[in-house]
């Protein structure tokens, strides 16, 4: 009763004396509601709706109830159940004009059942899976009372060096984009308002993966060509998907942080690209604006981030402290914050919350008696999604997959490490809920075969870097370290190698190493395991390399020594059952890379669809005056849409239905893709078109199109796809879009590097 009762109060408040002579306000019409409601704010109910605050953080709960009560805080986030937050509710339901909050949170692969981060889901190339991981997120965010998700990250990242690099989807713009648009609608669903639905905040805008060097918070320098043909579609892709809310980044952009950036916010973001939605600020970005040295002081910086057009200040105390001073000095219009103020309340109608502002919190008899029970979990989506993120790098001699009747030496600090498995960003996700790679191989051999295990070494033996990733887990560290001296962990990792017929080494990277702010200057894993890598190498058993990791990393050494190489990256809750799958088997191994592995750090950045050049390096001819490195080979180690399968694939040379294609016409693609080994498995077929002569340089090419096609072995399939004008056009000098005349050239193949190609011409 409780929801009617409270609901009925919001429409008796509406038909008040100050509104006498007018037909009361119906709740079903948005901009009339939202008008009214606005016309009977006070200045500082207006300032609290522009207010996002942390629970505990910001504030203690006391203070957070009182001042909801007092119509002073628009939202909040980091409080994750039900129980915690009825009783904000309760309290913002008291306030005069019982404004409902909504609740935030970052779920960004996975809430209580955690999926792979997001440069996994991106290496499926499988927009089923990633749909389904944004779907069991949103079920399980709002079955916890959470109405909004700073979700999807999609910042192009090309330089690895960047420990966010693991939350986004890699370097290319057509598959940032597509992952982009299948995110935010799996998270909202059908209808914002259903109670299984959750409020995309699409991140971080704009250009933050392009910070300088690959240091977190760094500036972002780029011409607006780039910008707008590279980094900016995935954020416009989001948006057309119908995204509720954009969260604005922590960098500069040319000199301007983007928190105080009009021409981001208000030229691109609303009047160019229409979107009508919420803007969010990331945390304290506002106050940051003494730092970048724009303001002088807090009461600038607020008012240059509200006439900007930045909604809501995350983590707030200056437009709590400063708006509407402002506003009575005459310094910022009412009109500006009326419009903040009409985009927050949008965002909570849309959400269902005027409605029913118990949506997702529910009532009390149906909060969950366990929050963390095990029957709350989707396991089995986990561990298919999971599944299909792994990338198989090498497999010389077909070492894998592995036999379940033989002996097998685990060793690695991560081949049972609980919270690694779930990597950065983790939301509800318990660590000792995930399995772990030790666990997963035990329970695929049985009684069948035997495992042996030795950790090997510790993450890393540099006490400064575990000081810096415990830092904010002092009471419960997350990197723990074996005293053993190196010596005798490898030489026990070594005793437990000489009695297996294989090793499997699970190496790379703490989840806390590939996270926000944890930039790093080398992409080399740790030297304690690089010497018990090469320890297990020297015992003449073939060795596989597990890696989890957030960023790719140089595997020179790996790839000329290692066996087998499989890229794990952080895959979550049932990371080690998925992991398991695959070295014995029961899975065939079908993921691509979404992001070039370079040779080695000073070859950064590394990307396959860069623009083309008058004295282009060509591999095999003399290196004399042209652009490249001399010391090593150039180009990648691993390029990007790279993976290998137990199978093998025949792909036919690309057929074209025409030579030329007009304006308004279409041509179609035709290839014939083969599994021509002896296993069943999935591969994905991947169409890049290169413009050959353009007013602009162009990229030497560009992914447009992608399927991923499972074949029984001997099968084969017909593969088409369908190219028009659109997939011709691209930012001219003027940031004008057009396709224009002169000849294409179609390339067809398995990744990016290995391609078969046919020419046409637009007319």
């Known amino acids: 009763m409780k929801q009617r009762c409270l609901l009925g109060l919001i ?38 709706q522009l207010r996002l605050i942390s629970i505990g953080a910001d504030m203690p709960r006391e203070r957070l109830a009182e001042e909801l009560a007092a ?40 809430h209580r059942t955690i999926f792979p981060i997001g440069l996994g889901l991106a290496s499926t190339w499988d927009m089923q899976a990633v749909a389904t991981a944004g779907r069991v997120s949103a079920i399980e965010a709002s079955a916890d009372g959470l109405d909004m998700t700073f979700a999807p990250m999609v910042d192009i990242a090309r330089d690895p060096r960047w420990g966010r690099t693991s939350e986004g989807f890699g370097e290319d713009p057509y598959l940032v984009s597509e992952i982009a648009r299948t995110m935010v609608q799996a998270y909202q669903g ?155 309340l949008g965002a909570k109608y849309d959400l269902g919350l005027f409605h029913d502002p118990y949506r997702r919190i529910g009532q009390a008899s149906e909060d969950p008696p366990e929050v963390n029970a095990e029957s709350r979990l989707h396991r089995q989506a986990a561990r298919d999604v999971a599944r299909q993120s792994l990338v198989l790098l090498e497999n010389r001699n077909a070492v894998l997959p592995l036999e379940k009747t033989g002996t097998v030496a685990l060793v690695g600090p991560l081949a049972d490490s609980h919270i690694d498995m779930l990597g950065s960003w983790s939301a509800g996700g318990v660590a000792t809920q995930t399995v772990t790679l030790r666990q997963a191989m035990q329970h695929a051999l049985g009684d069948q075969g035997r495992l042996i295990h030795a950790r090997g070494a510790n993450i890393t033996d540099d006490a400064q870097m575990v000081e810096y990733l415990n830092f904010l887990n002092w009471d419960n560290p997350e990197v723990v370290q074996d005293p053993r001296p190196a010596d005798e962990m490898i030489a026990e990792a070594v005793a ?52 989890m990791n957030g ?124 599994n021509v080994g002896e296993h069943e498995g999935a591969t994905v077929v991947q169409l890049y078109i290169s413009d050959l002569s353009a007013s602009v340089v162009r990229p030497v090419k560009q992914l447009k199109a992608f399927r991923k096609i499972r074949l029984a072995a001997g099968e084969q399939r017909q593969v088409g796809f369908r190219i028009d004008e659109n997939d011709l056009k691209f930012f001219n000098a003027q940031l004008q879009q ?17 391609v078969q190609t046919q020419r046409f011409e637009l007319r």
């Open 71 to 110: 119509g002073n805080i628009g939202g909040t986030f980091n409080s994750v159940t039900r129980r915690d937050n009825r009783p904000l509710q309760d309290a913002a339901l008291r306030s005069r004009l019982q404004i409902p909050i909504f609740f935030a949170y970052d779920v960004v692969h996975g």
């Open 738 to 754: 057009v396709a224009e005349a002169g000849a294409f050239e179609v390339q067809v193949g398995l990744d990016s590097q290995a």
């Open 190 to 344: 059908e209808s914002l308002r259903e109670p299984d639905s959750l409020m995309a905040s699409v991140k971080h805008f704009a250009l933050y993966g392009a910070v300088e060097g690959g240091r977190d918070y760094n500036v972002v320098d780029m011409s607006s060509l780039r910008m707008h043909q590279d980094y900016l579609p995935p954020y416009r892709a989001a948006i057309d998907a119908g995204a509720g809310a954009v969260m604005v980044a922590l960098n500069t952009i040319n000199g301007v942080p983007a928190s105080a950036n009009r021409w981001l916010l208000r030229d691109l973001l609303r009047d160019d690209w229409g979107f009508s939605g919420v803007t969010i600020s990331d945390h304290g970005t506002i106050s940051e604006l003494l730092r970048h040295g724009v303001a002088a002081d807090g009461r600038e910086a607020a008012k240059l981030a509200i006439e900007a057009g930045l909604d809501m200040s995350m983590a707030d105390s200056l437009y709590g402290q400063h708006l509407a001073e402002l506003v009575q000095a005459g310094d910022v219009p009412m009109q500006v914050v009326d419009q903040a103020v009409r985009e927050v």
């Open 496 to 547: 437990a190698a000489v009695q297996a017929d294989v090793i499997v080494a699970a190496v790379g990277e703490s989840r806390g190493m590939s996270h926000e702010s944890s930039s790093r200057t080398t992409l080399q894993i740790p030297a304690s395991q690089q010497a018990l890598l090469r320890a297990l190498k020297e015992t003449g058993k073939p060795l596989v390399l597990v890696l």
């Open 551 to 674: 960023r790719p990393l140089n595997l020179g050494w790996a790839q000329a020594n290692a066996d087998a190489i499989l890229e794990t990256w952080f895959s979550g809750t049932e990371g080690g059952h998925a992991i398991a799958d695959v070295l014995f088997g029961d899975y065939n191994p079908s993921g691509k890379l979404p992001i070039s592995f370079p040779r080695s750090v000073g070859q950064i950045p590394t990307y396959y669809n860069h623009p083309r050049l008058g004295r282009p390096f060509v591999e095999g001819n003399p290196g004399n005056y042209t652009s490249q490195y001399f010391e090593e080979k150039n180009g990648p180690l691993y390029p990007f849409g790279y993976g290998l399968s137990y199978t093998k694939f025949s792909l036919s040379a690309p057929q074209l239905s025409r030579a030329s294609l007009a304006r308004g016409e279409s041509l179609d693609v035709s290839v014939t893709l083969k």
């Open 11 to 48: 429409a008796v408040s509406m038909a008040v004396p100050a509104l006498a002579g007018k037909m009361p306000i119906v709740l079903d019409d948005k901009p009339a509601f939202i008008e009214r409601l606005v016309e009977r704010m006070t200045l500082q109910e207006k300032v609290g």
